[in-house]
């Protein structure tokens, strides 16, 4: 079509039109008089419309497909993600679930010698002063904690507090060389001084050269003059060897302690002694011998009869005795 403006009004007409078409429809809704319309041309253009999806759809597919997989990565990633976050919060629920148990066992302790504790943390290992074994933790003069005094966790004798600051402690631990706490044995009373060897057991030196001791026999401490730096009654540790007596006036054992000190995390500041030495009763509970399974046989009876048949035997032969009482003259 020429471009004249004939052509110019027509179009102008026709666009009018479609307006007041589309103005009539939307006024009109469900009754408007167009809908017989739509329903024909959509009669018409229907199967024209099918035939172009049919023809059209493998492509639109194709997209899709192509930006579904580009979805599906990003989802993928976001549950590698996910999961890794997954596997994060595990492994801290682990570990809180081990430092809950800790707390647990501490506390169970700590009732049991009825010792006043701050519950502390060991973030670091090592200290300025050049102690060889010490450990810092997370209280300090702002929480109570006062020089010599005594650090123990669930397990037992952890150290002393040899420094302190506004809001951390250094702890003199049990292994290190310079460390000595008198101990005392359970049940005999034996007195001794036990000293660090690093990862070697203790050195106990027995006050009492004669004394009658064996691998397996328990320490705690024996306590200090106004509970400082020892309170009475915590678990050292047990013998593991015994040096044979020279006759001396002392006698060396050694002692493995209950406490692991490459492995410390939530440990407790004795800040108040017992009222009472608690003496043997924070030591764990020895294990009970195991019991004794007794299984008693029953012998079976011998021959080639069967106890049936045997009782059926016995039965029989009184009456076939009768029988012949009967018949004699």
Known sequence: MRDTRESRLLLVLLIAIAFALITVDIRGGRESPVDGARQAAAAVFGPVENGVAAAV??????????????????RIAALEKENAELKAKLGSDDRNRSRLNELDTLLRTAGAGQYGIKGAQVVAIGAAQGFSWTVTIDVGARDGIQRDMT??????????????????STVLLANDPDFTVGT?????DELGFATGQ????????????????KPGDRLVTFGSRADRPFVPGVPVGEIVRVDPGGGGLTRNVYVRPYVGFTKLDIVGVVVQAPRSNPRDAVLP??????PTVTVTATPKPTGSQQPGQEQAQNQAGPDQGGDQGDATP
């Open 57 to 74: 759809d493998p492509v639109g597919n194709a997209i899709g497909a192509v930006r579904d997989s580009g979805e599906r990565h990003t």
């Open 151 to 168: 650090v123990l966790n669930g397990a037992g004798l952890v150290g002393r507090v040899t420094t302190v600051g506004p809001s951390t």
């Open 184 to 188: 005392r044995m359970e049940k005999s």
């Open 198 to 213: 690093g990862n070697s057991p203790l050195r106990v030196q027995l006050l009492n050269g004669k004394a009658e001791v």
């Open 285 to 290: 509970r020895k294990p009970g011998p195991a």
